[in-house]
């Protein structure tokens, strides 16, 4: 089977909501997401329950039968799917400013020390091949 190419645009502000429930709780019943929910959200458990349909009918989270209810399990990975979302918002960006960005975002977010120590022997295998300067992508080589 060939896997799906995942987008972060498959998805709603209010899907990523569910799914970072599911993500933080491995699998969840219909109840759990509808209790955390709204716990920030006043949205009622009917809205919940068609997120929960789309996201399941998208194929990103599995329903599985338990007893009355239903106990959902995500398809992807919350790191897959982040991962996707930043290169898709990458790839809009002119490439000289990528740089610029990843090194605010490297500044500016919460980071342990385990993942800025991988960060580190990334970037030292990437400046041993780096060009000096990244050429704008912006226009095309004609204009």
């Given amino acids: 089977m060939e896997k799906r190419k995942l987008s972060s645009t498959d998805i709603s502000d209010a899907e990523w909501e569910i799914m970072r429930i599911v993500w ?15 716990k920030k959200k006043s949205w009622s458990d009917s809205t919940i329950k068609t997120l929960i349909r789309r996201l399941t009918k998208k194929g990103l989270l599995e329903a599985k039968q338990d007893g009355r209810g239903f106990l959902y399990l995500p398809t992807v990975s919350q790191t897959e799917m982040m991962v996707d979302a930043t ?11 990528k740089g610029e960005v990843i090194f605010n975002l490297v500044k500016d977010s919460p980071i342990s020390k385990s993942d800025l120590e991988k960060i580190k022997v990334e970037i030292d295998k990437k400046l041993q091949t780096a060009p000096n300067m990244v050429a704008c992508n912006c226009l095309s080589k004609e204009s």
Avoid: F, G
């Fill in 24 to 38: 933080t709780l491995n699998q969840a019943h219909t109840k759990e997401i509808i209790s955390e929910l709204q």
């Fill in 87 to 97: 290169q898709e918002l990458l790839d809009r960006m002119c490439n000289m400013h």
